[in-house]
């Protein structure tokens, strides 16, 4: 019985939360890590055991993600011109200064490149090295995208905690 | 100033990144003070990084989907499962002896050391003979013990006398997975021993410890942290964990495999260990007095 399969079976809760925290929702979110897990397995072989293996399992998920993210949208997109008003559906999602107390509604607004490396180092404690090695950009890139996918948070999202922290620095 | 404060810093500063540079992290604070549009900023991206964890934090606590391990239970031939599976994993992991992670890994807290899981236990134990209020719900009878994702089979003691009253797999103090398991000779002869599981497949030999009327014994072996803890005297703990030592190793490599018996059974021609004292293998790094 190989070792490996040991090691996957404990990053799954944590696939759970980096998956949750990328999707929104948590069935979608346990299909992504279904599909994240199959291909671990049948990849297993390739895993240079050189790494860490919960690397190895965001770096897999992420790509199942960005593979699938072309039929997600196209789902979301029919959701909502069926259920929103008329002229929400129509204008472009941003410009309508839509300010969320839902930290989720929040970071779904984000691009997925952004959102991703907001939840590897912010939810998953990734330092800058391990998370631009897991999205195959440099650590540059991944600056930059944290810089921004940031910026959009903030203003999309305005929990009063925000406001919290901020006497606390001050 | 060594150069001025940039993005760069103020990204870092916000993700706790400059807690080792401390000069740095002074500068970015003394910048803030001057300047509340960018400390406003830092609030609220540490605002967002709280509100994450608020938000999916509890996840990595929630019981895994059978779906989701199912692929992992899978086996070529089928009819074993993952339970059985976990535990000849264990075993072959114990037997590989150092080549399955080469000490290419780190575990999960850098800071975890055998002393950090001595102090763990020491809690735990406490905790539970305190009647802790936190402890996880016994497992069933007869069953593995379960973690959050994998499980394994508790080892056999019967060839010692020591008959399994009690398991429970969960959360030690510190959120770190943790199993319990209770054993009872029947005739005021009693221990806990305590199971961590590990990345690093290094091994520490057994070493002793005692705080007041309970006595400590805990080693590395493989993929699991173990302690033994009891009110015996400490050579009679220190006898109860060389066996469960033994235990949970793999059998003779020349003896084939058990297959049916899912619990770690020693090789049947293994004499009760816990009759011989303190073995010349074990080196007993000394007793600590607290």
Request: proline letters at 7%; a positive charge.
């Amino acid at each position: 019985m190989d070792e490996v399969k040991w090691l996957i079976a404990r990053e799954i809760p944590r696939l759970r939360r980096y998956a949750t925290a990328l999707v929104g929702d948590a069935a979608a979110a346990d299909d992504l890590v279904q599909d994240c897990l199959e291909r671990a397995l049948r990849k297993r072989h390739l895993w240079t055991r050189r790494g860490s293996v919960r690397n190895w399992l965001y770096r897999i998920l992420y790509n199942v993600f960005v593979n699938q993210g072309h039929r997600r949208r196209r789902v979301r997109l029919q959701v909502q011109l069926e259920d929103a008003p008329g002229a929400m559906a129509q204008a472009p999602r941003q410009d309508q200064g839509l300010i969320c107390d839902d930290i989720a509604a929040a970071m779904d607004r984000l691009p997925e490149d952004q959102r991703a490396a907001i939840v590897l180092t912010a939810l998953e404690g990734l330092s800058y090295e391990e998370a631009a090695a897991v999205l195959g950009i440099r650590i540059g890139t991944l600056r930059s995208r944290l810089s921004r996918g940031r910026e959009k948070l903030r203003a999309l999202y305005t929990g009063h905690d925000s406001r919290v922290a901020l006497r606390r620095v001050k | 100033m060594p150069h001025a404060i940039d993005d760069r810093d103020l990204l870092a500063f916000a993700d706790g990144l400059l807690g080792r540079d401390p000069v740095r992290r002074e500068l970015v604070e003394a910048y803030l003070e001057a300047n509340p549009d960018d400390a406003e900023r830092v609030a609220a991206y540490r605002g967002q990084t709280e509100a994450l964890h608020r938000r999916y934090g509890s996840i990595v606590h929630e019981p895994v989907p059978a779906r989701l391990t199912a692929p992992l239970e899978r086996r070529r031939g089928g009819g074993a499962g993952w339970r059985r599976a976990a535990a000849a994993v264990l075993l072959s992991a114990a037997a590989a002896g150092g080549g399955w992670l080469a000490g290419q890994w780190q575990d999960d807290d850098p800071a975890w050391s055998l002393h950090a899981f001595l102090d763990e236990t020491h809690r735990a134990y406490t905790q539970a003979a305190a009647g802790g209020v936190d402890a996880p719900p016994p497992a069933a009878a007869g069953g593995p013990l379960t973690w959050r994702s994998v499980s394994l089979m508790a080892p056999d003691l019967g060839p010692l006398g020591y008959r399994l009253v009690d398991k429970r797999a969960g959360d030690g103090p510190d959120g770190t997975e943790m199993a319990r398991l209770t054993y009872d000779a029947g005739d005021g002869r009693r221990f806990t021993l305590f199971l961590r599981p590990r990345w690093r497949d290094s091994s520490a030999p057994i070493r002793l410890s005692q705080d007041g009327e309970v006595s400590y014994a805990y080693w590395l072996d493989g993929p699991l942290a173990s302690a033994v803890a009891s009110r015996l005297p400490p050579s009679e703990t220190l006898a109860v964990a060389q066996a469960v030592r033994d235990a949970m190793r793999p059998p003779a490599p020349a003896a084939p495999r058990p297959v049916a018996p899912t619990p770690l059974l020693p090789a049947a021609d293994d004499p009760a260990p816990a009759a011989q004292p303190a073995q010349a293998s074990v080196a007993v790094e000394g007793v600590v007095a607290n």
